[in-house]
Every structure is written in C-alpha cells, then in structure tokens.
C-alpha cells in the first residue's frame, strides 16, 4: 500500500510545476523500481521540495551559487551538510530549469549568428555532466560529498549507462538541423572511447564530426590546459567554434575557447 502511495506521488510531481509542501527528511537516498518516465534524468526524486534546510553556520544555496560562479574554486568535496540541498536540486525540477535556460540561450546565440554553412562551423560539447548525466553514479556516492574514486567511476563509464541530459539532447539536435556539426572533447581518457561512444549513440547522439578524449601526451596537466589545445588545433584545421558548452569552468577558460561560451550547472565536482 504504502508503494503504491508513493507511486501516486511521484506521479503527482512530475505533472505539476508545484510541489507540495511536504516535510519527509532524508528521502533522497529511496531506492525506488525504474520507472519509465519519458525524458527522465534519473528516477530518484526529491520528495521534500527544494531541501533547503537551516544549517548553521553554512547556507547551500549561497555555496552553490559561489561554486558556479567559479568564487569558490580548489574545492574536492560537497560540504557533508549540504548533501541532501545538493542531492535535492539535482534530483529535482531547479536543475533542469537552470539547463534549460543555458540551452535555450546557446540556441538563441547561434540563431542570432549569420552562418557560412560552409561545414567549418562547429559546436563543442562537454560529455560528462553536458551531454551524458552521471546522475544514477552520484546518487549512489553522495552526491559530491565522498572523495572522488577513479575506479568506482571508470567502472560505471565502462557500463554505458548514462543517460542524456534532456536540454543538451535538444540542442544538439537543433544545432545539427542549422549545419553545425558537433564536437566532443571529453576528459574521459583515450581507453575509454568504445564506450563512451557506445554510450551517446545509445541515447540520441547519434552522429559526431569528432569525439576527443584525452591521451597519455597530456597526463598531469589541467583540463584547462588540455581543452584549449585541442580547440587550438580545431581552429588550425580550419574549424570556427560557434560556441563551446560545459558543466565546468575548466571546460570555458583558457584559450580558443570560441564564439562564445554557456556554463551548464554542476555542484557536485571541481575540476581544475
């Protein structure tokens, strides 16, 4: 009866834009059957609102919003007091609201531009936490909050089992339908390529003018370091960067970084 009731109120939330004021503590953890919901991140949901619990001494919200705006940088864990504010936003319907209005925006960018449609206009994309949510990997491991383990997570990108971001799947739709072919440059490493690639075209990315993962040349160097090589080499080839998207700031910086670039939302990691 009581998963039953439960299954009422997923339902519930998902149809609705308000959530019902309900005070269940802890519940972002329910390991629940997966449900077959069109679009779906993940099929934990946040079953208390937004989560924004009175901690002293520390306000999450204020804490994410520094994390995104790159104030807060050097950091290797969530706070432990924030990981149901955490788990609660990106389980919830905030986080893709804000992807929502990062892609909406990158959209709205290269309509604005006079396109060549020569084939030299190109699109990068992050795939980590840009294009494939991890999502289903950081539910089970704390959100952030836990150090991150090479190995557990080399063994979940090995499973091909990341979901789409669903704003992201919809952009790069929509760029391809303007000419614009897409890139992906991933600080996934080189050994990982079959399935990574696996793993896109399973969820709709289904064609690419390049997948760049990183090789042995560039070991112990930034991902800032790396990305603005290989889009240095892109625009060397003759490619020109319409834009350039990622979950982190490290995707964005440095140089040859494009037209112009949308930082996607991503409080669980930092990476330099």
């Known amino acids: 009866m009581k998963i039953l009731q439960l299954f009422s109120y997923i339902s519930t939330l998902l ?30 949901r946040p079953l208390s609102g937004a989560g924004l619990q009175d901690i002293p001494g520390l306000s999450c919200s204020s804490w994410r919003l520094a994390v995104e705006t790159n104030n807060i940088i050097g950091w290797e864990t969530v706070p432990e007091e924030c990981a149901n504010y955490v788990g609660h936003y990106m389980l919830g319907q905030q986080y893709r609201d804000d992807s929502k209005v990062v892609a909406d925006q990158a959209l709205l960018h290269t309509n604005s531009i ?3 449609g020569d084939g030299k206009e190109i699109w990068v994309f992050d795939v980590d936490e840009t294009t494939l949510s991890n999502l289903p990997y950081y539910a089970t491991h ?11 997570f080399n063994e979940w990108v090995e499973e091909g089992k990341a979901p789409a971001l669903p704003e992201s799947l919809a952009l790069y739709k929509n760029l391809l339908s303007l000419g614009i072919k897409i890139v992906f440059l991933t600080g996934r490493l080189e050994d990982q390529r ?21 090789d042995s040349s560039y070991s112990g160097k930034t991902a800032v370091a790396y990305k603005s090589s290989e889009r240095k080499k892109l625009e060397e080839d003759g490619y020109r960067i319409i834009g350039n998207m990622g979950d982190q700031w ?11 670039t949308f930082k996607l939302p991503d409080p669980m990691y930092y990476i330099s």
């Open 15 to 44: 149809a609705t834009s308000q959530v019902p004021d309900l005070h269940i503590p802890n519940q972002i953890h329910l390991h629940l059957p997966d449900l077959h919901i069109p679009n779906q991140i993940h099929f934990l």
């Open 114 to 116: 006079n396109l060549a």
């Open 142 to 152: 704390g959100f952030g909050t836990t150090p991150y383990n090479s190995t557990a």
């Open 194 to 214: 079959n399935a990574t690639a696996a793993n896109l075209k399973n969820v709709g990315y289904h064609t690419w003018e390049k997948l760049i993962l990183k």
């Open 250 to 260: 490290s995707d964005l910086l440095g140089t040859n970084t494009g037209n112009r």
